[in-house]
């Protein structure tokens, strides 16, 4: 029976590859506390994040639609699961860790602001004297100090493993100290699979669900992605193997079946690619897979499948991510929160009392960035209406 929790993670990594991160490989916690005896520490952490209320927030996040324009399209929190998702099973395929990187794939966009991309630049030229903004760092504050949980230390005390795989690059902001350490080891090492897996989930997942969301909201037309080459010859061998059923279906259901058969294609060249470029490495351990470099990173699409990526990626920058409706979106979020942040600035008090007491110990710029970053569309929204009108 597996009563303690060295005997269930041993269970669980002995079912990984050599190349994985084991679950004894998590390196503990800033805090230090009592295991859970029923879950592996990866486990754990994922739990504590579905949990937070940053998690919960992304659900009225923009990922390129404003959550109020429609109730069918991708927000952040959907775009995360359906990145865990593609995750979880791949990495089930490759044995590498599937609950790290279950937790990464959620966790990966909780400092995300509201009106997305938009929302962030904006807020990062707002705070270019003061440290910048960048979501990637935002979501390490979240989970080490804006999440509140617990009495004995601020934010989620997740693995210092999960830490550092939710540093891009390695980077923190210059006022978070307590990452520091952390920061430092992950810039000198590679990423454990697991993290760049993620990453290129994260890839395949937009681009299929923002060409679906695309066309049905009426920015883009089925016949303008169809003129590119993968889409069109896709098209065909839909046309060939469904023949009347596909032909007749109408453009909706069209759009769907495109996106499935075109996400089948996409999983299976990156796992026999990434199996194949594996076993040319004959990685033994984690250790092997530190010093690796992306010049001969393992994890990745063929190179023929990278092109369709590349040009699938040009073609929505250009008729979807800089549609003129779009960007009217988002040049409203980015008067928005441009008004938010010069009034909680200039009147720091109108803020939440609990919000205002960050401010000592963490500055007021820093503090009303994390204040509004946090915010969701429609609560920035909501607040934007009160203060005009008040």
Known sequence: MMNSINTIEEY???????????????EGRIHKEDDDPYRTNFQ???????????????????????????????????HSLEVSQLSRSIAN???????????????????????????????HNLMKHHGGFEHNKQSL?????????????KGLNLTKATLKALMKYGEVYEDDIHLKELSNEKKEQ?????????DQC???AYIHHDIE???????????????????????????????????????????????????????????????????????????????????INPIKSSSEFQEITYVTY????????????????????????????????????????HIQERIKEYGLHRTVSDYISGMTDRYALKKYKELMEG
């Open 12 to 26: 669980e990594d002995q079912f990984l590859a050599p190349y994985a991160l084991k679950n004894k490989e998590n």
């Open 44 to 78: 754990r952490d994922r739990d504590r994040i579905i949990h937070s209320k940053a998690f919960r927030r992304l659900g009225y996040k923009t990922q390129v639609f404003v959550n109020t324009e429609g109730d069918n399209y991708r927000t952040r929190l959907t």
């Open 93 to 123: 395929v490759l044995k590498l860790n599937k609950d790290f990187s279950e937790t990464i794939a959620l966790a990966h966009d909780l400092g995300h602001t509201p009106f997305g991309h938009a929302g962030q630049d904006v807020l």
């Open 141 to 153: 504050r979240i989970v080490t100090l804006l999440e509140e949980r617990y009495p004995y230390w």
């Open 190 to 198: 590679f990423p454990p699979l697991e993290c760049v897996l993620v």
């Open 202 to 204: 994260d890839r395949i």
């Open 213 to 295: 969301d695309g066309i049905d909201s009426g920015f883009l037309e089925l016949e303008q992605i169809l003129e590119l080459t993968y889409w069109k010859e896709l098209n065909k061998k839909l046309e060939k193997e469904y023949k009347e059923y596909f032909i007749r279906a109408r453009i909706p259901h069209k759009v769907r079946m495109l996106i499935r058969y075109s996400l089948n294609l996409f999983i299976k060249d990156f796992i026999e690619n990434s199996l194949k470029n594996i076993n040319k490495l004959h990685l033994l351990s984690i250790k092997d897979v530190y010093k690796l470099s992306m010049e």
């Open 314 to 353: 040009q073609f929505l920058r250009e008729n979807l991510y800089n549609h003129p409706e779009v960007l009217t979106m988002s040049r409203r979020g980015e008067r928005i929160i441009t008004f938010l942040f010069n009034e909680y600035i200039n009147y720091p008090e109108m803020m939440p009392r």
